[in-house]
């Protein structure tokens, strides 16, 4: 059940030169986690977005991740004119060239890996180039954002973060503690990414970040993909220019090539599935039934990327710089991240 | 458990010419289920075996089989002068010339699939390339070689067979059912294979295969691969020139191109494993210890391989005949089905 929009006119960047640089520039999404079908495809391709990292498991254990990846491989064998799975930052910039979608397969928790490091191998062969280390509870490989105590990067993560570095796959760290976010940057050997949060000076929030993790992340060639989530943007009140000024400041601070966008957008799922993203199935439900947050008039979905160009623009970034956010700086980071390291 | 060679007057092949065709040739095994590791893999290149069909699941589900795909992925990673995961019969083809083995992973049944026909695509990209329809008993796909009924090829069977078509996974027949085996052939529009049978005319067991069933799989671009396992040979009193003399028949009466060899090697394991092969978890073991069984004198292992060379000469088969059974009939057949079949 996709969203209503509330008119079309929204659709449309407010400058020409706006436009016309969204066009040009190659845009990657740093989380998706909706509901695919060709509709939902359709609206990143509405968006002028070429490349996403969309979320194929989030509680899942292995068994139930080869079956959303099965799905994976079935919408792209059904449309191959518009759906790509990439596993390369060169797959997304074909697909910028072909009118496409690439999909990189990303793991918004470890449980797919169960507790087995070789499956790191195993479903990084399939296309899983992304994966978060924790998603909001404690889990084997270290402690999570929503949990009061944070163990730390574990024994079995650190084996995780070695085999993540070696098959090349990117270790996310937007649901992780902030104990364990330090230890993954001091333990990995390749960069790291943020590819969904902001910073806590932004909005005070366990799943924003504070410039401690964030300047360690990125002071070690990793980035930060500022996010669009209700929750961690402070609710549908804030404004574009809000929104555009907090990202303005982040390279103002950070430098122009660590900071992306990672929109977090949940299209096409009912309520059912919100519940599911809080509870899994490590805690009953509950009284309260989850919901959806209501989105900001300005970005409800994929399709309203253009406003985010226009909105840089506006606080007066320049155009390199916006297409460093918009797209070029994951693809850089990619680049960087999945050929894999050496490990001794 | 490797077992002891007799002698190693018997790795050496009797005449220089044998020698010399055999290191010509590009030698495929059709199938082994080995314990692998790096001494078992050293034995391949001692025989001079540059690619092989290696069984990876039998009657483990998708979680089970991830593992042991996970466990192959480490032992290339460990071994990248020896081992080469493969994907094509390209793959086989330079790894003749790296002296490496090029490893095909194959199943011996469709239980890894579990009831989702997705599957098959998910561990397709994970190179399996060969799978079994049925292991010795009825299953979700069809009728197997030991039980008293054969359902034919169920509904799901087809749709397996229709995705192992358009992915390019070949199927093999070996262990199915004659019934489900003929409506395989009836219903694949890719040719098929049985990696690792005899004819019943050879010896009238279970797993050998009637003529009726050999004619539909080699007249619709299939192969079969002559066994050395004891049982499809009469035991281990059979001669090298009774078994070469079978093969000579074959590609008397089928022609030169639709024979290969599938040597059924079974290295490197204890009695335990046989007990898992017989019974799986569909029945308790029972009274008798499933033992496994004696091999020839003069084909215990991968490296009696020269042997074979040395008698497909001796009961008169030309060279390029032999080239073909040894191993480029394999590698054709591999490159007419990899590459997947449009499905409408």
């Known amino acids: 059940m996709a969203e209503n929009r509330t008119s079309t006119l929204l659709k449309a960047p407010a400058s020409d030169s706006a436009a016309a640089l969204h066009t040009a520039a190659t845009i990657v999404d740093g989380l998706q986690i909706s509901n695919w079908d060709r509709a939902t495809l359709e609206e990143l391709r509405a968006g002028g977005i070429s490349g996403v990292n969309a979320t194929a498991a989030v509680w899942e254990g292995p068994a139930d991740t080869l079956k959303a990846i099965g799905d994976w491989y079935q919408l792209a064998a059904k449309n191959p004119d518009l759906l790509t799975m990439a596993r390369t930052a060169d797959d997304i910039r074909r697909a910028k060239l072909d009118n496409r979608i690439a999909v990189l397969l990303g793991f918004q928790n470890t449980s797919s890996f169960g507790d087995d490091y070789k499956l790191v191998e195993v479903f990084h062969e399939l296309g899983v180039k992304i994966a978060q280390l924790t998603y909001n509870i404690q889990n084997l490989v270290g402690g999570a954002c929503y949990e009061p105590e944070d163990s730390g990067l574990t024994r079995f993560g650190r084996t995780i973060i070695s085999e993540m570095n070696r098959v090349g796959m990117l270790i996310d760290l937007s649901h992780v503690g902030n104990r364990t976010s330090l230890d993954a940057v001091e333990a990995s050997v390749a960069p790291i990414a943020i590819t969904h949060s902001n910073p806590t000076w932004f909005v005070e929030n366990p799943r924003n970040k504070p410039d401690e993790v964030i300047r360690a992340v990125t002071e070690a ?105 918009l797209g070029e700086n994951w693809l850089n980071l990619f680049d960087d991240v999945f050929p894999g390291r050496k490990i001794s």
């Open 221 to 325: 060639g990793g980035m930060l993909g500022c996010c669009l989530y209700p929750l961690v943007i402070g609710g549908k009140k804030t404004t574009l220019e809000q929104f555009c000024q907090m990202v303005a400041r982040l390279v103002d601070e950070l430098g122009p090539t660590r900071i992306g966008l990672g929109s977090d957008c949940t299209r096409n799922w009912d309520d059912k599935f919100v519940g599911w993203l809080r509870n899994g199935r490590w805690q009953p439900e509950g009284e309260t039934k989850a919901t959806w947050p209501e989105w900001p008039e300005w970005f409800v979905g994929p399709e309203d990327f253009p406003r985010l160009t226009d909105g840089l623009l506006k606080v007066g970034l320049d155009e390199t710089t916006i297409r460093g956010v």
